[in-house]
């Protein structure tokens, strides 16, 4: 079973616009990570938020968590062709980072 | 340094068939994890190992099993094949705590027909 759900599935934009994603999950958490996967291969981490935090920022990237309504935001600014990927939330069942709980992800297409 | 090798790429099984993946983690990092992804969701945990021990376990049957060497590279072993078994494997590394992050593989993709 899959902790999060990612919101929207699919999501195309224009090179050069912000793209959001949302992802909401079930249990209490320690923190959520965000992942990017390109065509099917290895997820790259992107940024991990902690369940005391409530906003980071990474370069283009800023990410949001609302513990009370088990949620978390992605924002990708300014986006480019090579933002496409899909984008996935995870959750760290242990708090140790051993056992990542995905979300069935949001597939971005940033058009040139 | 080198990122988190996995061996096949790709490979094409039948039902029934055993098989058995590998993975070599980051230089330095004790931790193992497995992951499955079939088509269109997100990857679902499988086993984790720390220090040769499984230390986490999802919800998978028997058929899968896994270990880590004493170098920490790690196999995961497939029996009886089923069709539903197709899927991109992917193993991810981590080099222990504090540290969160998992570095994953490019994964191997099993076709089972």
């Known amino acids: 079973s899959q902790q999060g759900e990612e919101d929207p599935q699919a999501l195309s934009i224009q090179e050069g616009e912000n793209a959001t994603m949302n992802c909401s999950y079930k249990?209490?958490?320690?923190?959520l990570q965000w992942y990017r996967q390109n065509s099917g291969r290895g997820l790259v981490h992107l940024i991990l938020?902690?369940?005391?935090?409530r906003e980071k920022h990474s370069g283009r990237l800023r990410v949001t968590l609302d513990t009370s309504k088990k949620s978390s935001s992605l924002l990708i600014t300014a986006s480019r062709a090579a933002d496409t990927a899909s984008y996935f939330c995870?959750?760290?069942?242990?708090?140790?980072?051993?056992?990542?709980?995905f979300g069935g992800g949001t597939r971005l297409m940033v058009k040139p | 340094d080198a990122g988190v090798t996995q061996s096949p790429t790709h490979l094409i099984k039948t039902r029934g068939q055993h098989v058995t993946l590998r993975c070599s983690p980051i230089s330095g990092h004790k931790s193992v994890s497995w992951y499955q992804q079939v088509l269109g969701q997100g990857p679902q945990f499988i086993f984790q190992y720390y220090e040769k021990e499984e230390r986490g376990r999802g919800n998978f049957p028997d058929r899968f099993s896994a270990r880590q060497f004493p170098n920490y590279s790690s196999e995961l072993n497939v029996n009886a094949l089923l069709l539903g078994d197709s899927a991109l494997y992917l193993c991810?590394?981590?080099?222990?705590?504090?540290?969160?992050?998992?570095?994953f593989g490019p994964g191997t993709r099993l076709l089972v027909l």
């Open positions: 995870a959750t760290d069942e242990d708090n140790a980072g051993n056992m990542l709980t």
């Open positions: 991810a590394s981590r080099p222990g705590q504090p540290t969160k992050t998992q570095y």
């Open positions: 249990t209490s958490i320690n923190n």
């Open positions: 938020i902690r369940s005391n935090e």
